[in-house]
């Protein structure tokens, strides 16, 4: 096979892998959801618990498992599927990275939050790489549009908050 002919190939098959990887990210997507139901408790980013004596926990799990199962119906129905992965990502960031900060910095250098930590990273850009393959969102000339309709940026947050797991789990085995 030549190289020319490889590199079809390649081409030809790179829509199809991002597509099975948006089905994989949506039905993932969608499990985490249905869990917040099963543990009555936000699983997704494995963020720290809910604090003690603040009302609203379980209710909060259950709302955010609805929205993470409408986010994968959303992607697998290709219905507003852009916005719905940024929507995740945005909860993601605010509800499970956000949270695990303090716990981070609270822990020993790369000790075992970090780990958590690094999981709500990844899956925030998961979902932003997963909206970067899908379509732009249309409406104008919008501002805020060029902002949601990133590509390269998305999919460059992505591979970094992804290695910079790897990085911190690969030095966690070895400690």
């Given at each position: 096979?030549s190289?020319?002919?490889?590199?079809?190939t390649?081409?030809?098959?790179?829509p199809?892998?991002?597509?099975?990887?948006?089905?994989?990210?949506?039905?993932?997507?969608?499990g985490l959801?249905a869990?917040?139901?099963v543990f009555?408790?936000?699983?997704?980013?494995?963020?720290?618990?809910?604090?003690?004596?603040?009302?609203?926990?379980?209710?909060?799990?259950y709302?955010?498992?609805?929205?993470?199962?409408?986010?994968?119906?959303?992607?697998?129905?290709?219905?507003?599927e852009?916005?719905?992965?940024?929507?995740?990502?945005?909860?993601?960031?605010?509800?499970a990275?956000?949270?695990?900060?303090?716990v981070?910095?609270?822990?020993?250098?790369?000790?075992?939050?970090?780990?958590?930590?690094?999981?709500?990273?990844?899956?925030?850009?998961?979902?932003?790489?997963?909206?970067?393959?899908?379509?732009?969102?249309?409406?104008?000339?919008?501002?805020?549009?060029?902002?949601?309709?990133?590509?390269r940026?998305?999919?460059?947050?992505?591979?970094?908050?992804?290695?910079?797991f790897?990085?911190?789990?690969g030095?966690?085995?070895y400690?």
């Open positions: 096979m190289t020319t002919t490889t590199r079809q390649t081409r030809a098959a790179a199809t892998l991002a597509t099975v990887g948006r089905i994989f990210f949506a039905l993932g997507l969608a959801g869990s917040h139901f009555g408790d936000f699983m997704t980013g494995r963020a720290p618990a809910w604090p003690e004596g603040v009302p609203g926990g379980t209710a909060w799990a709302a955010t498992g609805a929205a993470f199962i409408a986010v994968g119906a959303a992607i697998l129905a290709r219905r507003g852009r916005l719905a992965a940024l929507f995740a990502a945005a909860l993601i960031f605010g509800w990275l956000l949270r695990n900060i303090p981070v910095a609270a822990d020993r250098l790369l000790g075992g939050m970090w780990t958590q930590g690094g999981k709500s990273l990844t899956l925030l850009g998961g979902a932003l790489a997963v909206a970067a393959t899908l379509p732009p969102i249309s409406g104008g000339d919008a501002g805020y549009l060029r902002l949601l309709n990133l590509r940026e998305f999919t460059t947050v992505g591979r970094v908050c992804l290695a910079l790897f990085i911190i789990t030095i966690q085995h400690i």
